[in-house]
């Protein structure tokens, strides 16, 4: 099973940018997908969570208060994607980003994978 996340860059303030993650491998079933950032020197924090993923309408969460209105967690089941489309950028919002997703695997396993970062640099 592999994550892969992309579409950082380095962007303005309140300039936009949208992060793909890209998942393959044998998955049987994906519960919940989620979007994390770590600044140098910081925690890796939660951002977005796309809970819900067996259901037709999964639900976004957006536990970070400081993305809220400006950043939008949303899936493309035909491509085995999820998108975070980030709006409104602020210098404050520079760090690597990383996609994770709980699911099971094909041989009956649970499992937490994650992406490879994709860092995001957002300048004054």
């Known amino acids: 099973v592999q994550l892969q996340a992309y579409g950082g860059g380095l962007v303005q303030s309140g300039g936009s940018l949208r992060l793909s993650c890209e998942f393959s491998?044998?998955?049987?079933?994906?519960?919940?997908m989620g979007w994390y950032r770590q600044a140098p020197g910081m925690d890796r924090d939660l951002v977005a969570l796309?809970?819900?993923?067996?259901?037709?309408?999964?639900?976004?969460?957006y536990p970070d208060g400081s993305v809220k209105g400006r950043f939008t967690t949303s899936r493309d089941d035909a491509q085995n994607r999820i998108y975070l489309q980030m709006d409104s950028l602020r210098p404050d919002d520079t760090a690597v980003y990383y996609c994770?997703?709980?699911?099971?695997?094909?041989?009956?396993?649970?499992?937490?994978?994650w992406g490879q970062g994709t860092q995001v640099t957002v300048s004054s």
């Open positions: 994770s997703a709980n699911l099971r695997e094909t041989d009956g396993r649970y499992s937490a994978k």
């Open positions: 796309l809970s819900g993923m067996l259901t037709e309408h999964p639900t976004p969460y």
């Open positions: 491998g044998r998955i049987s079933s994906i519960y919940a």
